[in-house]
């Protein structure tokens, strides 16, 4: 779920975090600073060093690259690439236009197949 957040500091974070996810996870993360004591909080972490140009770590040696966040990133990229056209956006509707852009991009549909998407959830019985 994609959710706005007053701030990004570790005392907003951590709640969302521990109820969304178990403790004893793994996560991999950027080394952005937030992060710092998700090992304090009952998680497994690690990082991929980005400004050493690490997108991607092998950690088992199979060549498989287990250790990334591209796969958040890259739904960063095209959430910002959506909310590009719509200059503007007030913080009061951007709820609404993350919550549109989840439900477009979980029934994986775009054009008229998002039509039939969209009107099942609204007549649904």
Do not use: C
Not at 82 to 92: K, Y
Not at 103 to 111: A, E, I, K, S, T
């Amino acid at each position: 779920m994609i959710r706005m957040l007053p701030n990004v500091q570790q005392v907003t974070i951590k709640p969302v975090l521990t109820q969304a996810i178990q403790p004893g996870s793994l996560l991999y993360t950027d080394e952005y600073d937030i992060y710092t004591r998700l090992e304090e909080w009952g998680y497994q972490h690690k990082t991929v060093n980005h400004s050493a140009g690490e997108y991607a770590r092998d950690e088992d040696g199979d060549g498989f690259h287990e250790g990334h966040v591209n796969t958040l990133e890259g739904f960063w990229s095209l959430l910002r690439s959506w909310l590009r056209p719509h200059r503007g956006i007030s913080q009061e509707k951007l709820p609404l236009y993350l919550g549109f852009f989840e439900f477009v991009h979980n029934v994986r549909r775009r054009g008229k197949a998002l039509l039939s998407a969209l009107l099942s959830i609204l007549v649904a019985p």
